[in-house]
């Protein structure tokens, strides 16, 4: 099994059940269609810093809950290591819409971490095709978490 470097760059996770340990866990069977070793980095940011990076890179003047930044340029570093990217993570959004949803925090948490490192592997959800394929790998990725599927109308 190749061993990926997940960097959470920034303190945050202030529910009981989210420990970077879990995290790392979720991008990890996330990337497990890598070839390579990967890195991502993880960060957590305000509100008001996700709106601004939301508007600035995505032209849409609201915060969001998370933004995947994928890195360009060479596919590997001096140590064979591809740079995949960066996840920015707004907690506070993902915990207000975990309630709002009435979702676990820890299954909505998982969701989006999942969501925003199939981002960074180049899946996409701008037609209902690449919909359809992102959320159906989602779906799967969660199942082996045991967390029921996000998009089930009964789930939200």
């Known amino acids: 099994m190749i061993e990926h ?3 959470i760059m920034s303190p945050f996770l202030k529910h009981a059940d989210l420990k970077p340990a879990t995290i790392k866990k979720w991008v990890i069977e996330t990337l497990a269609e890598c070839k390579q070793k990967c ?3 993880i960060s957590n940011i305000s509100i008001n810093e996700m709106q601004e990076l939301n508007k600035k890179f995505r032209k849409m003047d ?3 809950n998370i933004l995947a930044f994928p890195f360009a340029g060479s596919d590997f570093s001096e140590n064979d290591e591809k740079q995949l990217g960066e996840l ?9 819409e975990a309630k709002s949803q009435a979702k676990s925090i820890t299954d909505h948490f998982a969701h989006i971490i999942i969501h925003g490192t199939l981002h960074l ?3 996409i959800h701008e037609s209902d095709d690449n919909a359809t394929m992102m959320e ?3 779906i799967e990725i969660l199942k082996k978490f045991n967390i029921d599927n996000p998009y089930d109308q009964r789930n939200i």
């Open 62 to 64: 609201k915060p969001t």
């Open 121 to 123: 592997l180049g899946y």
């Open 5 to 7: 470097n997940i960097n």
């Open 136 to 138: 159906n790998k989602e």
């Open 39 to 41: 890195s991502v980095g």
């Open 88 to 96: 920015v993570i707004c907690e506070r959004i993902i915990l207000e």
